[in-house]
């Protein structure tokens, strides 16, 4: 019988915009019993109820049993996987989606259709924070989370507020990145 275990790394809540923290990671492994005895002989030496990268990476010893095992015959991608996310570009998907997407549908076009809906978030994330800076940027996707968790209108409003400077000033410096704001000023609590 195949055992399967998931972990996770970099999971800091709610709190999506961390500059600090930018990565979550989810990992899983599948191991028939003779393949888990084979991966984990690297790491038989390490005492405890959790082995802990955090502790493994701090000594020669560990880090020579990290790549051990990384490097078992066992360990392949048929047994193992990691999915990685950043962060804040979740949630300006995310802003694409509840946000943009329903704008764009009202007007006909399909925002899925060919990928505009990534096209927009790489834009929106790699231009933003240029266009604006860097905190500008984070403050308005860190006020999005908080709207869309606690659902509350003063939170709305200040967050409406916050689109409503970045797109007056858009409008004169970068016309075309203002329409990516646009939806929210006609959007309601």
Known sequence: MRKVFFDESGNTGQNLI???DPVFVLASCSFQADEEQ???SHLQQFKGPELKFSRLRKTPAGQRAVLAFLG??????????AVLFHK???????YCDLVLEPSFRKAGVDFYDRG?????ANLLTTTMPVLLNRTTWSNFLSLF???VRERTPSLFNEWRRSAELIFTYLEHKHRTAADLF??????HD
């Open 18 to 20: 961390d500059p600090a």
């Open 38 to 40: 084979e991966a984990l």
């Open 72 to 81: 078992s015959a066992s360990v392949t991608s048929k047994t193992a996987a």
């Open 88 to 94: 804040p570009f979740m949630v300006v998907t995310k």
């Open 116 to 120: 505009a809906n990534i096209a927009t």
């Open 145 to 147: 989370v908080r709207v």
């Open 182 to 187: 646009a939806p929210v000023l006609i959007m």
